[in-house]
């Protein structure tokens, strides 16, 4: 135990030291071509995905960058939904350039689909290595685990054949560790692991120092061919120095919420945000409930303006909000919440007493409607022979919802019908009998059951990402 102590503590102290180390170039007189390959997924927000951005701008600064063979070239890859090409090895050839053309790479959004990614990477060496000798180099960094795993390690393999020095980041909980090392060409020393995006910058100068080293030029001597008996020279890649696997960090950035500064509840407006706007299914459709009545206008604006922030971001072709129920035709008709003018006597008060219905319809009867819908969209997609993603986000609070038998079964519906159900638990008050919010949501209740403690909350995007609430993620 306490050579491991010894050691966690060194690797803090290098940490400290190398983040002070002077911004000069600190390799010099090496030859590379290096790709990096970012994460623009629903998964990083706007403010975490700068800082990426940072992160590779600081250790382009540590190469000597160039367009010939005994300097460092420098591309850009990025990826979502597609992967996209930001700028090949040969587009720049000054620091200055890439690191500008850097900060200009947008955000995009969308599922993370590393394999695309390293297919597109992939199609580059191959087509650069006729161009250029020196070896290549992939810098992965992803917050999250690949769309499609099985063809993620198929084509990492495949680049490591092809003698491809990769590294892959991993930041934060939710990447696949195993992918990870999959991904690397050394699954030990090729793989670090930070606590957020914040803690990249702490690993900028002992991340460069590492691929610096790694980039030591062996000359190979590939042996003459009956078709070629001239003598060729290649450029390869050897391990020097065993990576140091980085401590998590527990530093963390709070984005503050504002509160709603009007209670107009307002309508749903598609973003002009262009590439930040993610693909849509039209197959795919995500329903959220709530009771306005018992939750009130300030929070049911709250709660708008938080469907409204992670719709863009996600993949539903179609949304409903269910918030009041239609009490039309019923014994809750809501004409008999009001009794017209009349005069104040004994029989008139009585008579307003017998006739005034205080019970309206609460969250069991917005589920009821939920499950109306969903049914009718069954039936429909059944005729139409299309089958997509159903998934309903119901919203509740200790001290406004009332639990209640029918509740229950009316959400056992969703689920029988084939809705995924998540549940935001929002406030800060016990439930009487938690398990019974715990059993509403579909399960594993740790995945699909969010706690959050005020409304304000709600637009706290360290509290729901909003990759959480897609129907095919692993949560």
């Given at each position: 135990m306490l050579l491991k102590n010894t050691v966690f503590f060194l690797l803090l102290f290098i940490l400290k030291e190398s983040s002070q180390v002077s911004p000069d170039k600190q390799c010099t007189g090496k030859a590379a071509n290096i790709i990096f390959v970012m994460d623009s997924s629903s998964s990083i927000w706007s403010v975490d995905y700068k800082k990426q951005l940072k992160f590779v701008q600081n250790l382009v600064n540590n190469f000597d960058i160039g367009a010939d063979d005994k300097t460092v070239r420098v591309g850009a890859i990025t990826f979502s939904e597609e992967a996209h090409l930001e700028f090949p090895i040969d587009q720049y050839d000054t620091s200055e350039d890439i690191q500008e053309a850097v900060l200009r790479i947008p955000y995009r959004s969308g599922v993370t689909n590393?394999?695309?990614?390293?297919?597109?990477?992939?199609s580059q060496v191959e087509m650069k290595k006729k161009l250029y000798q020196a070896p290549f180099i992939l810098v992965v960094i992803t917050d999250g685990m690949s769309r499609n795993p099985t063809e993620t390690r198929k084509v990492a393999k495949s680049l490591h054949k092809l003698g491809v020095h990769i590294y892959a980041i991993g930041v934060g909980a939710s990447y696949d560790l195993d992918e990870l090392k999959a991904i690397a060409s050394d699954p030990v020393e090729n793989v670090y692991q930070v606590g957020n995006y914040s803690a990249l910058q702490g690993i900028v100068n002992l991340f460069g120092a590492k691929t610096c080293k790694d980039i030591n030029m062996v000359l190979a001597t590939i042996e003459p061919t009956a078709a070629d008996?001239?003598?060729t020279t290649v450029l390869s890649t050897t391990i020097a120095t065993k990576a140091a696997k980085l401590p998590q960090t527990t530093t963390t950035d709070t984005i503050t919420a504002q509160s709603p500064s009007s209670t107009k509840i307002p309508k749903y407006v598609e973003p002009m945000q262009g590439d930040q706007f993610t693909k849509k299914h039209n197959t795919h459709t995500i329903s959220f409930g709530f009771?306005?009545?018992?939750?009130g206008v300030l929070d049911g604006n709250t709660i708008f303006q938080f469907i409204s922030s992670i719709l863009p971001l996600n993949y539903y072709g179609h949304f409903s909000i269910i918030s009041e129920y239609d009490c039309k035709g019923t014994e809750n008709n809501l004409k008999s919440l009001n009794i017209p003018l009349m005069p104040v006597t004994n029989k008139t008060l009585l008579a307003a007493g017998n006739s005034i219905k205080w019970h309206l319809p609460g969250l069991e009867s917005i589920v009821l409607q939920l499950a109306s819908n969903l049914y009718k969209r069954n039936l429909q997609n059944a005729y139409k022979g299309v089958r997509g993603h159903e998934v309903t986000v119901l919203f509740v609070d200790s001290s406004k919802t009332i639990l209640t038998p029918k509740l229950k079964k009316n959400v056992e519906s969703l689920k029988r019908m084939g809705s995924k159900v998540f549940v935001i638990d929002v406030g800060q008050s016990?439930?009487?009998?938690?398990?019974?919010?715990e059993d509403m949501s579909s399960q594993p209740s740790k995945h699909y059951n969010i706690k959050v403690p005020t409304?304000?909350?709600l637009l706290n995007k360290k509290h729901l990402p909003s990759h959480k609430f897609q129907a095919d993620c692993d949560c």
């Open positions: 590393t394999a695309k990614a390293l297919e597109l990477a992939k008996t001239t003598t009771d306005i009545v018992s939750v016990n439930w009487a009998e938690p398990k019974l919010v409304y304000k909350d």
